[in-house]
Nanobody, 126 residues
């Protein structure tokens, strides 16, 4: 079993920055990917960013490329999402996810992740 705990959400203005953190506990193997998804009201949960625990695979949702950066601290079993130049359309509940991922194409689908955090709200005002 793997437990994930997110932190770092909040209310900010457009153009501001936030950093989300996700700490994982339990059995984390080297094949694990950890990622971030988000869900806005009335919308499906969407992929934002993910990385293989080794750092060999990482990618982003197109609309956040150049603004968001995912990084990890293996020793702390922690993944971060640095969010810069935030926009009102980034408003959502952000969820951390983790599971074994064996191919680069597997990091995008939420159905490939069985472990989820409780979510942290990010609200960006205009």
């Amino acid at each position: 079993q793997v437990q994930l705990v997110e932190s770092g959400g909040g209310l900010v203005q457009a153009g501001d920055s936030l950093t989300l953190s996700c700490v994982a506990s339990g059995r984390i193997s080297s094949t694990y990917a950890m990622g971030w998804f988000r869900q806005a009201p009335g919308r499906e949960r969407e992929f934002v960013a993910a990385m293989r625990r080794s750092g060999s695979i990482a990618d982003y949702l197109g609309s956040v490329k150049g603004r968001f950066t995912i990084s990890g601290d293996i020793a702390k079993n922690t993944v971060y999402l640095q969010m810069n130049s935030l926009k009102p359309e980034d408003t959502a509940v952000y969820y951390c996810a983790a599971d074994s991922v064996f191919g680069a194409a597997d990091i995008y689908a939420r159905t490939n992740y069985n472990y989820w955090g409780q979510g942290t709200q990010v609200t960006v005002s205009s």
